[in-house]
């Protein structure tokens, strides 16, 4: 089997766990000085009780992804195994998916994949990627998103490599 296996870029991942550090600490500084600083209560609780679990969990993911190498993508006779986030869809067969397409969001590069049955797919996450799933569904034009944020080449690149393998697989979609 040919596949083509994608890792995640480690700059990248470690500029997101850089990020998120940064966010952590300011979220920390801005609750521990908000009446220095002025902040309405309301905007306290968002940094300490949204802001800060958040990005403290973007960063244990992104170390993590940095300590334990997996690919992020891997395209294959099968179909697409997308483990490119921590919301990533897993396998999706070539039957199951019904577009794949690359959009912008937020001025982020991204690929969209519409899966033919929604449900199916949902049923074999967890729960925590079931409800980010459905998050997804209503901003973003598809409920599983790869970003270009971590990987290596250019989403348009990946679309490419995609609707190849999807063409050649003996198993095609919709």
């Not at 609750?31 to 958040?54: D, E, S």
């Not at 986030?85 to 067969?93: D, E, K, N, Y």
């Amino acid at each position: 089997m040919n596949e083509v296996v994608i890792y995640p870029k480690k700059v990248k991942l470690l500029a997101i766990a850089m990020g998120a550090l940064l966010f952590v600490i300011l979220g920390f500084y801005f609750a521990q000085n908000r009446v220095a600083m002025g902040l309405p209560l309301w905007k306290i609780i968002v940094i300490a009780y949204v802001g800060i679990p958040f990005f403290s969990l973007c960063l244990v993911y992104a170390i993590y992804r940095l300590l334990v190498p997996k690919p992020a993508v891997v395209i294959s006779d099968e179909g697409i195994f997308d483990n490119a986030s921590a919301v990533g869809a897993g396998m999706l067969r070539w039957e199951e998916i019904a577009d794949v397409f690359a959009y912008d969001f937020m001025g982020q590069r991204m690929l969209g994949i519409i899966p033919v049955n929604e449900a199916v797919v949902l049923g074999r996450q967890s729960r925590l990627k079931r409800v980010m799933a459905k998050m997804n569904r209503g901003i973003a034009p598809a409920p599983f998103n790869i970003p270009q944020s971590v990987l290596p080449i250019s989403v348009d690149d990946l679309l490419s490599r995609v609707e190849e393998r999807r063409r050649a697989s003996p198993i095609r979609g919709a």
